[in-house]
């Protein structure tokens, strides 16, 4: 294996807060971010979606891209909005093996997990196919799910894996996503009656992978399923990708 020896000195030499992770600059504020990039980053707060937790203009129960869908998820909860310079902090985790990124989205998924999702019985994610664990080497939603399960001490449990491998998504819309996810997952062996289960993930784009994962664990008897992003895209953000 190809040692990463600008990983590791990260990783295991220096402190994460020296420098602020997103302007790289030195930062002696005690945090992972200096102040100025701090102000600039996009925290979903009140203005969200009380379903989706996607950002909306103003607070709303349920948000336009909800009513007709997500019908099988109970409740979702990003940390950010998918903007600068979020977006790139993700992209530099889910490609670039900037895994250490993992420690600072974790401390805020605690807070969520506290205030939303208090009553989880276990932790799960997203399978990732065979094809992208060998060109990337890791599944993002497992490293986020494992490192929050660690911290929190709920158990985390591998509910399905990916057994159809499914085309780039980014151009298709919710319905097409969904169409083309079907018979993508196969179940584990999992007893999911009247559990409530927390789906982790880097990003809720339209919410067809979460959905279908919800629909498979409430065939078999789920109670609640609830996700937790790190960020989600608004919809009108989602209506560019397409
Ligand atoms: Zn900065
Ligand atoms: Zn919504």
Redesign the pocket.
């Known amino acids: 294996m190809k040692i990463n020896f600008k990983k590791v000195l990260r990783d295991n030499l220096f402190n994460l807060k020296w420098r602020c992770n997103i302007c790289d600059e030195e930062n002696f504020n005690g945090d992972y971010f200096c102040d100025e990039c701090k102000n600039k980053l996009p925290i979903l707060k009140e203005n969200?979606?009380?379903?989706?937790?996607?950002l909306?203009a103003y607070s709303?129960d349920?948000?336009?891209?909800?009513i007709e869908k997500?019908v099988f998820i109970d409740n979702?909860r990003s940390i950010f909005a998918y903007e600068e310079p979020i977006d790139n902090l993700i992209k530099a985790f889910k490609y670039k093996e900037r895994l250490y990124l993992t420690d600072i989205f974790c401390d805020l998924f605690i807070e969520i997990y506290l205030t939303n999702f208090s009553d989880t019985d276990f932790i799960t994610y997203v399978p990732a196919s065979e094809k992208s664990l060998k060109e990337r080497g890791y599944n993002q939603s497992l490293v986020l799910a494992k490192a929050l399960s660690e911290r929190i001490g709920i158990s985390i449990v591998k509910t399905a894996i990916k057994t159809k491998e499914t085309p780039r998504q980014a151009t298709l819309n919710f319905n097409e996503r969904l169409e083309n996810l079907k018979g993508a997952f196969e179940l584990e062996k999992v007893d999911f009656k009247g559990k409530n289960i927390l789906l982790v993930d880097d990003v809720l784009t339209t919410g067809s992978t979460v959905e279908t994962l919800a629909k498979l664990f409430k065939k078999k008897g789920a109670n609640k399923v609830y996700v937790l992003t790190v960020a989600s895209v608004s919809?009108i953000k989602f209506k560019d990708l397409k």
């Open positions: 969200k979606c009380g379903h989706c937790g996607r909306t709303v349920f948000c336009d891209s909800c997500n979702a919809k």
